[in-house]
């Protein structure tokens, strides 16, 4: 599949071996992460989420846990999904409210669900725990701050 996909960039076949994979080893993890990543490449989320979502409930390791949670969020956000993608970023941000890439995929889903008192808080959240240059954390409060009043984020 690493050759079809990296050397002769034929992706659907890379895509249809790792498939073939699965069905013999329908728990390969490394088979899972790079079709996942193979259907995230080609801008096919629905396909991309089933796998995450196996992926995800396996985690063990914080880092993976927060690295597939937000691939996790981007894909169901992808699908259209955005009541359950607003619920998957909630219980990451409850757990890893300092993480940048957990509180930038928090802003997406503000954003997809065009929910001003989400947007508000989620922009000072991530201006809170951005390594940003001043001058970029600053816009992200003065956005955070034309937001409607809202309440807390609560977790």
Known sequence: AAILEQRLARLEDACAELERVLREHPGHPSALRWLADLYERAGEPQKSLPLLERLFAGATEELEY???GVRRVRALLGAGQIKKAQQS???LYTRTPAVIA???ARLEVAR?????????????ALAR???EEPRLRSEMLVESAQAPPRR???G
């Open 66 to 68: 927060i690295t597939l």
């Open 89 to 91: 970023v909630k219980d």
């Open 102 to 104: 957990v509180a930038e």
């Open 112 to 124: 997809a669900s065009q929910d001003p008192t989400e947007l508000g808080s989620a922009l000072e």
């Open 129 to 131: 725990v951005s390594v």
């Open 152 to 154: 807390r984020f609560e």
